[in-house]
């Protein structure tokens, strides 16, 4: 089964207003990703968290992770058009030599401008 | 696309039928995944490869096989194709963190 599940299924918003997307999952990973997939295309990796951190920034992205809660969040300040996508989480295991990502079902994020 | 391809693009096939999907990197990386999207599903894991002849099952694994004899190349192969294979695949590679996608093919089984 899916580790993890982001939270809402899809979101509409104005240009210029923040997105916040939220992920949970289940049991221990060693990071947790967000990508971004345009319509028709393949994911395009956004921004990895490593389960000893807390907050990461990159650009207009701000990542958090509560590792005691199994959740993360994924927020977009300043929205524009463009970020119109779907987003997943993906939570990282690896073990016995091999590593996995598991995605979530994705949020569907469209910006009206 | 980081160097990575996917051939066909588009297959239209019949049940029954064997189907051959290739990936292929120029980036030299360890790990290669094969995926199926599909709606409501959102990414399934299918098989990986950890190394030349190292692959493994992933989360949805019946009624596929893989091979890499390559580093560069990764085959899935679907023995007897039925309609619930109707998808779209994506391959994608890493080393090993962040995966770098291809741009998919879409599969059709009559």
């Known amino acids: 089964s899916q580790q993890g599940e982001e939270d809402p299924q899809a979101l509409s918003i104005q240009e210029g207003e923040n997105a916040t997307m939220n992920c949970s999952y289940k049991?221990?990973?060693?990071?947790l990703q967000w990508y971004r997939q345009n319509s028709g295309r393949g994911l395009v990796h956004l921004i990895l968290i490593r389960s000893n951190e807390r907050e990461k920034h990159s650009g207009r992205l701000r990542v958090t992770l509560d590792t005691s809660k199994k959740s993360s969040s994924l927020l977009i300040t300043a929205s524009r058009a463009a970020d119109t996508a779907s987003y997943f989480c993906?939570?990282?295991?690896?073990?016995?030599?091999?590593?996995?990502?598991?995605f979530g079902k994705g949020t569907k994020l469209s910006v009206i401008p | 696309d980081a160097g990575i391809t996917q051939s066909p693009r588009h297959k239209v096939t019949e049940t029954g039928t064997p189907v051959t999907l290739r990936c292929h990197q120029t980036e030299n990386h360890r790990y290669m995944y094969w995926y199926r999207q599909d709606p409501g599903h959102g990414l399934r894991l299918i098989h990986y490869s950890y190394g030349v002849k190292d692959t493994d099952k992933g989360e949805v694994s019946d009624g596929y096989s893989v091979s890499r004899s390559k580093t560069e190349d990764f085959l899935l192969t679907l023995e007897s194709a039925t309609s619930s294979q109707t998808s779209v695949y994506f391959c994608?590679?890493?080393?090993?963190?962040?995966?770098?996608f291809g741009p998919g093919t879409r599969l059709t089984v009559l």
């Open positions: 994608a590679i890493s080393d090993p963190n962040e995966q770098f």
């Open positions: 993906a939570t990282a295991y690896s073990g016995a030599g091999s590593y996995q990502l598991t």
């Open positions: 049991t221990s990973i060693n990071n």
